[in-house]
């Protein structure tokens, strides 16, 4: 027999999207910082209009899709910066720099996709499973002390006295 608990909270909180924008806007001020002027300029005007909308605009980020549209156009100035120093400097350490920032943006937009979703904890014979964003986290028997689930509350506590605690929706269990 099998139970499943979806919990209330989200998955991804809100600071952590905005975070992760203003994370890439100075990334990419500080590679901007390392080209000429002109491009230099550029990169400054893209990571200012991040850190401005995140700072006075926060709401669009929030919004699933909006919060996917800036995304892609991050990723599409990305990209466009990328060719740009392929072309004016070959592959040097900022090309793959940029390529890692462009893998980051794809990560985290799969990753935000989950903003909404619940997290879903299903008790079974073999252990307790919680389905986290791209892999489930197996959790044997045998390393719980005990499993508590009263009033809307499932509490596990392990037997090196960690202790994890969620608060779930009967309605939706």
Known sequence: MQVDFLIKEPQVKKHQI????????MALFL???THTYAMHLTFTVFSMSIIG???FKSKWYLNLRLNTVFRLGELIFLLYFLFIYWQTRGVSWIVILLCWLCVLIGLLTLFEQRMHSL???SLGESGIVIHKFIFK???SWKQLASVNVHH????????????KQWVYDNTLS
């Open 18 to 25: 905005v975070g992760f924008h203003l994370l890439l806007a």
């Open 137 to 139: 986290k197996q959790i």
């Open 31 to 33: 590679v901007g910082l």
């Open 119 to 121: 997290l879903r904890i």
């Open 53 to 55: 909308i995140a700072l």
């Open 152 to 163: 809307n509350t499932l509490t596990l506590i392990y037997k090196d006295q960690h202790m």
